[in-house]
């Protein structure tokens, strides 16, 4: 009889996925500030919180994809149901547990570091200084959109199978080079939400306004993404070879999908 996760525990999961997500990527950059002290922010500096953001996603995916699909991005979530990966009565509890994930991840931040996280931004999306509302909406889709697109290439049960996590991971860390400068690179409504919401406890300034333009452009980036990479990649069954047919037709392998 073959063994199923049940929902509550694919819930727990994206909880302490999203959480160990926010720790240790938005960690970063507090940390990376903090060490740096006065000193000007460097393209190296840049690489360092994109390699933290990369390395925890891909330990996250072989970690607990195979419990919940280790989704940890609510957009990405909606992104599945969209196109018929997962089924719409378990979106509500996926986004739930990634919001209550990256609250409980952005907490550690200040546990570990204390209240000079807070002092130095803790890591929180926003715009920065001279970009505008256009400039920050297609920074975030676009950068979402490459996430995304990735994700649903590995999941495709067509793909190279093993390397899901490192090809996810790496596209986090390509899209947050060229996207953070403009926004701080959060591809991931749940990632933009809980910093701000522990940030704005902790006694630090959020520019609350700018969230609705973060969120409809990540999941815009997302679902544009999965409904791409669905009409691009969609089969259709091969025709029946004719009796004089000289050559063996190849059948055309069914699109399906698999967790990450």
């Known amino acids: 009889m073959p063994e199923e996760t ?37 393209m190296a500096q840049l690489g360092i919180i994109s390699f933290a953001f990369a390395m925890v996603v891909v330990a996250m995916i072989y970690a607990i994809g195979h419990i919940s699909g280790c989704q940890i991005n609510p957009a990405i979530t909606l992104a599945l149901a969209l196109t018929g990966r997962m089924p719409w009565r378990d979106v509500p509890g996926y986004i739930a547990a990634q919001v209550v994930g990256a609250i409980a991840g952005a907490g550690a931040i200040i546990a570990v570091l204390g209240g000079k996280a807070s002092d130095v931004g803790l890591g929180v999306a926003k715009y920065s200084q001279g970009v505008g509302v256009g400039q920050a909406f297609a920074a975030e889709a676009i950068g979402t959109f490459i996430l995304a697109f990735v994700v649903f290439g590995v999941i495709d049960r067509r793909a190279s199978t093993g390397f899901a996590g490192l090809a996810i991971g790496m596209a986090v860390f390509a899209a947050i080079i060229p996207v953070a400068p403009a926004t701080g690179a959060s591809i991931n409504p749940a990632r933009t939400v809980g910093p701000m919401l522990v940030q704005q406890i902790a006694g ?28 691009i990649a969609a089969t259709r069954p091969a025709r029946a070879a004719s009796p004089a047919a000289t050559r063996t037709p190849v059948p055309a392998t069914a699109e399906g999908g698999r967790s990450l």
Request: charged residues 10%.
């Open 204 to 231: 630090g300034t959020v520019e609350w306004s700018q969230l609705p333009v973060y969120l409809l452009a990540e999941f815009a980036g997302a679902a544009v993404a999965g409904l791409a990479y669905a009409a």
């Open 6 to 42: 049940s929902y509550p525990q694919k819930l727990l999961a994206e909880v302490f996925g999203t959480a160990m997500l926010v720790f240790v990527g938005v960690g970063s950059v507090p940390a990376t500030l903090i060490v740096g002290g006065d000193a000007p922010f460097t």
